[in-house]
């Protein structure tokens, strides 16, 4: 008896990491089909995809930001604010929420020094922009340059 649950038990765990390699590859293949076409205004459109597609997106822009340096992307999701007490300079990001809500991934953005009519915490915003990669001390960031930001 305790062989064949063991067995079972390996099967199961084959499958789901057979499974969660063949839902990567698809991601991979899916992030290709989110470059803009003649009709789209944006190389990646994060507010046209599913909540999973959106986080997992995200996820590799995070992961892999020299993939996407250079392209538009837009995205939806709640104003986030914070202010490095020891630089004073404060950063913008847009958080975006998997699908169950139990995790955010946030999006930095940068509208530029003159801007200051930033909506509310958690406000629902949609932000387009161009990724870019920056460095502040010996750490490499990702944002949205010369974003524009919508209140929803």
Known sequence: MKKIAVTV???LCTALFFGCGN???SSGSSSESTKKSSSDEFDIDLTKMSSTMVYSTV????MAPDDYVGKTVKVTGNFNEYKDESTGKTYYSVLI???TACCQQGMEFDMGSGYSDYPPEN??????????TYMEGKAKYCQLAKATLKRE
């Open 97 to 99: 929420s998997d699908a």
């Open 123 to 132: 406000a629902l915003i949609t932000v387009t922009g161009t990724f870019e």
């Open 9 to 11: 038990i390996l099967c």
């Open 23 to 25: 839902s990567q590859q």
């Open 59 to 62: 996820y590799s822009m995070m």
